[in-house]
């Protein structure tokens, strides 16, 4: 396992920035595990991402769908990134239902982003981003606005796949 890199959030776009950012460094058949509360920032982060990555549709919260397949778009030269794959694992009892949803782009060929996958998805790959997402709790809540206040995020790889990869490149300048 990897050292863990955290970078602090301030705003929702420090957050998208940072799903940007790791789009250049994702490839396809990458799988992260994104964890969180309700609200610190997963499906944000992945928005970030889903725009650097250059794909189809908009990454949104899914309320009903577990899953959501965005195909790559053409960029400017003719080639294609890979595909995105936002799970919700939020009501997803186990990896079977996962493997149910049958998926048309297979693991290999997408970045697979997993919210709540934690304890369900490592089972995918031996090789994993992990971001946790915390956002301030308790008495660090602003009651005025409890939306607002920096989260951090702690980034871990973990297997082959991100050996050598300093996920501190990642940091903002
Ligand atoms: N620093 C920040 N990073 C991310 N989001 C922020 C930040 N500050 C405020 N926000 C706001 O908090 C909300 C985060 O919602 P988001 O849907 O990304 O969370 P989530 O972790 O996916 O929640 P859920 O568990 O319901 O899926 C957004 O409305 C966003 O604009
Ligand atoms: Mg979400």
């Known amino acids: 396992?990897?050292?863990?890199?955290?970078?602090?959030?301030?705003?929702?776009?420090?957050?998208?920035?940072?799903?940007?950012?790791?789009?250049g460094v994702?490839?396809?058949?990458?799988?992260v595990i994104l964890t969180g509360d309700l609200g610190a920032g997963k499906t944000t982060?992945?928005?970030g991402l889903g725009a650097a990555l250059g794909?189809?549709?908009q990454v949104a919260s899914p309320?009903?769908?577990?899953?959501?397949?965005?195909?790559?778009?053409?960029?400017?030269?003719?080639?294609?990134?890979?595909?995105?794959?936002?799970?919700?694992?939020?009501?997803?009892g186990s990896l079977d239902e996962l493997d149910a949803?049958?998926?048309?782009s297979s693991l290999d060929e997408s970045v697979t982003v997993v919210e709540w996958g934690r304890g369900l998805a490592e089972a995918l790959t031996e090789d994993r981003l992990e971001i946790d997402l915390?956002?301030?709790?308790?008495?660090?809540?602003?009651?005025?606005n409890p939306e607002a206040g920096t989260r951090h995020a702690t980034l871990?790889?973990?297997?082959?796949?991100?050996?050598?990869?300093?996920?501190?490149?990642l940091l903002p300048a």
């Open 1 to 23: 396992m990897s050292d863990a890199v955290t970078i602090d959030l301030p705003e929702a776009d420090t957050t998208r920035a940072l799903g940007a950012a790791l789009a």
């Open 26 to 31: 994702l490839r396809a058949g990458d799988l």
């Open 45 to 47: 982060l992945t928005q």
């Open 55 to 57: 794909i189809r549709g």
């Open 63 to 92: 309320t009903f769908i577990v899953a959501r397949e965005h195909p790559p778009l053409p960029r400017e030269d003719g080639t294609r990134g890979p595909a995105l794959v936002h799970v919700d694992a939020y009501r997803l």
């Open 101 to 104: 949803l049958d998926l048309d």
């Open 134 to 144: 915390q956002r301030p709790r308790g008495g660090d809540v602003d009651t005025e």
């Open 156 to 169: 871990r790889a973990v297997g082959d796949r991100w050996a050598g990869v300093d996920l501190s490149a």
